[in-house]
């Protein structure tokens, strides 16, 4: 155990805050390059600067393990990080951050439902509570009254929450798929792991777009590529580190509570940094949907 006071509790509040200015610059990114794009770049990104930083903590890069578990990480990176970070991406570029924020809530209930579902956990009164919190918290979020106008039409807003609403379902089952294997496993080996499934699945969703050489362009050497460097430093690197320092030296159940506040840290930016627009509709959802969080996380 670190000899520094509450470092895992420091660096899991570090890595919600790290990850929320990811998705900052995430969302300005996505402005001019396309999610496909910028979800292969974090991705190589991550895979190396990792390496170093494994060999740098004697980390193994090639772990000792069964084939089983490498192919189980190398499909849960396949659909967490190339299919979920891909539609969170564009669900972000139509909704902002700020509503993103909301409808992320929606990943912490469907890591439970699936733990019933699959791994045979009980789901108890408050988490049902909490789910229902958090189902009304985008109802409170979207809601606009007919008389009123709305600055996203409503078809995109639908179709963006549905994307938003694929994506963490798609991060949940692929955390899933993965629970036991990083309980037990190194978790910068199965961080890695889990990277070099996405970019594996990445490279031909690129390499079969119609638009490839545009997106390859606008990525590299865009207007916005700036933000595409620092996002993906923070969102692939440096939050992932934090992550897994909080989850190192404090109970997990402390860390994932901490983790979760990215959310309010996220619709706190996007009002700060993107002047988005933030009225008592989203305040109130952000509140109800990080309550319900709360509820099914520790209910």
């Keep these: 155990m670190s000899e520094v ?38 991705g190589l990104l991550g895979i190396t600067l990792f390496i ?5 903590l004697r980390e193994d890069i090639f772990h000792e393990s069964s084939s089983r578990n490498y192919l189980l990480l190398l499909a849960s990176g396949a659909l967490g990080i190339a299919v979920c970070d891909t539609l969170f991406l564009r669900s972000l570029n139509i909704l902002g951050a700020s509503l993103s ?30 789910i229902a919190l958090i189902a009304l918290a985008i109802v409170a979020a979207t809601y606009e009254p007919r008389r009123m106008p709305t600055s996203l039409p409503r078809k995109d807003l639908i179709f963006g929450l549905s994307l938003g609403a694929v994506a963490m379902l798609s991060m949940a089952i692929s955390i899933i798929m993965v629970k ?8 910068i080996w199965t961080t890695q792991v889990r990277l070099v499934g996405g ?4 490279i031909p969703m690129l390499l ?7 997106i390859v362009h606008a990525t590299l050497w865009g207007s916005g590529r700036i933000y595409t460097v620092l996002g993906s430093f923070l969102g692939a690197y440096l939050a992932m580190m934090c992550w897994v320092g909080g989850l ?24 700060l940094f993107l002047a988005e627009a933030v009225n008592r509709r989203r305040v109130l959802g952000i509140i109800l949907g990080i309550g319900g969080v709360f509820l099914v996380t520790f209910g």
Aim: glycine share 6%; proline share 5%; aromatic share 10%.
């Design 101 to 130: 924020a909301i409808v992320d809530c929606l990943y912490a209930p469907f890591v439970t439902i699936l733990s019933v579902l699959f791994l045979k956990e009980t789901l108890t009164g408050w988490q049902v509570g909490g």
């Design 52 to 56: 170093p930083t494994a060999l740098l």
């Design 208 to 214: 079969l777009h119609p638009q490839r050489r545009a």
């Design 248 to 271: 190192k030296y404090t109970q997990a159940s402390v860390a994932a509570n901490l983790n979760q506040m990215s959310n309010l840290f996220v619709f706190i930016f996007g009002a």
């Design 5 to 42: 006071p509450y470092l895992g509790e420091i660096l899991s509040l570090a890595a919600a805050v790290v990850w929320a200015g990811a998705v900052i610059l995430f969302k300005k990114s996505g402005e001019t390059v396309h999610p496909i794009g910028l979800n292969l770049f974090k």
């Design 180 to 187: 036991e294997i990083m309980e037990k496993e190194p978790l």
């Design 199 to 202: 970019v594996a699945l990445l």
